[in-house]
């Protein structure tokens, strides 16, 4: 971990706050107080875990919105007749897997092991385009049934819930491809492991999204 | 938290612990990977049969759900109970009061409206 040092002078930033500059490059910072401050890479990270947090409060205004306007179908079609159970557990199933996949691409960046690393992140980026490509035919779909989101409250809260959490997946594997150009043209350098580091939270956080809405949205709108 | 000084160095939100060997740290997502396989499982299955009482069903959906959240969160973003994840655990628990405050106030002030509001066509009829 500590083999490449980042300490060149584009990369110090605004955390590099002074005493002990040098000390918490070895982690040996405890961040309670006495020992200085934390290493770069906690802070990026602590940083990085606010704005997620932050994400799914607004996740949790959409959220509720759907639970108010699940009822709001305005003589249209409901949950239980538009949503396909197969289709939302293939979604699932793929999201869940490519967590797992980024995981792996975590442990191979740790052992900085390259051949993992594309290996894993590939898989990752297949399984979110499969995700995308399921959720983009389910949409398109419902639209040609005349269930798009102009119909009504409720397919108007779903489509923007389940659409919202698509755009982060299209975001999350733009930046899945942009960590694999920079680990391929800069290495395991210091900067880059934090960047893929929010990258990975980043991609694990929507899957915990996924579950909740897999849970609220499809489930229970089909069990009702 | 002041007597701490035992405790290692903070761990970022994602961070397994010190000294993770290749294999542990597969194994942590392999455990993670096989729960949550069980935990979407059982959701599914519990909301496609019909062995199940129907009004338990929405109740069991969300404990499955935060179930598996809370896999998701120690498995996979490495979330933990241990001192170096105090300020990533206060910053979650903070995250996690607003979005019940949020879900929960929103769902109990449009039912308590729902209920108090008087019904559409008088109200139009009031206006005229």
């Not at chain 1, 797992?100 to 092991?113: K, V």
């Not at chain 1, 397919?155 to 755009?167: D, I, N, P, Q, R």
Request: hydrophobic share 55%; charged share 10%.
């Amino acid at each position: 971990m500590t083999t490449l040092p980042y300490a060149s002078s584009h990369d110090d930033g605004p955390y590099r706050s002074g005493r002990e500059s040098n000390s918490y490059r070895n982690g040996a910072a405890a961040g309670h107080g006495s020992a200085g401050p934390a290493s770069k890479r906690v802070v990026v990270g602590f940083g990085f875990w606010i704005f997620l947090l932050s994400d799914i409060v607004m996740f949790s205004a959409f959220f509720a919105a759907y639970a108010v306007l699940v009822g709001a179908t305005a003589g249209g079609p409901a949950g239980h007749d538009l949503f396909d159970l197969k289709n939302a557990g293939l979604e699932t199933a793929c999201l869940l897997a490519s967590s797992f996949t980024c995981g792996l691409a975590s442990i191979a960046a740790d052992a900085r092991n390259k051949l993992w690393f594309y290996a894993a992140m590939a898989a990752t980026c297949v399984l979110g385009l499969v995700f995308l490509g399921l959720e983009a035919t389910e949409f398109a779909g419902l639209v040609a049934k005349g269930a798009g989101p102009t119909r009504s409250a409720f397919l108007s809260a779903f489509f923007t819930l389940v659409g919202c959490h698509g755009l982060h997946v299209s975001i999350g594997i733009l930046w899945l491809l942009t960590m694999m150009a920079q680990v391929f043209a800069k290495g395991f350098r210091a900067d880059i492991k934090r960047r893929f580091l929010c990258f990975a939270l980043f991609w694990h956080a929507l899957d915990i999204i996924w579950v909740a809405l897999f849970s609220v949205v499809y489930l229970m709108g089909v069990a009702r | 938290m002041s007597d701490t000084s035992h405790a290692g160095p903070d761990t970022a939100p994602g961070d397994e612990q010190e000294g993770g060997s290749f294999v542990a740290g597969f194994q942590t997502y392999l455990t993670g990977l096989a729960l949550a396989v069980l935990l979407t499982a059982a959701s599914f299955f519990i909301a496609s049969t019909n062995l199940v009482w129907a009004p338990s069903i929405p109740v069991a959906l969300v404990v499955l759900a935060i179930a598996q959240m809370g896999v998701h969160l120690v498995f996979f973003l490495h979330i933990t109970t241990g001192p170096e994840n105090t300020n990533n655990v206060m910053a979650l628990a903070f995250g996690v009061l607003i979005v019940i405050l949020l879900i929960g106030g929103s769902l109990w002030i449009m039912a308590h409206l729902n209920q108090n509001m008087m019904p559409m066509n008088q109200l139009m009829n009031m206006q005229r």
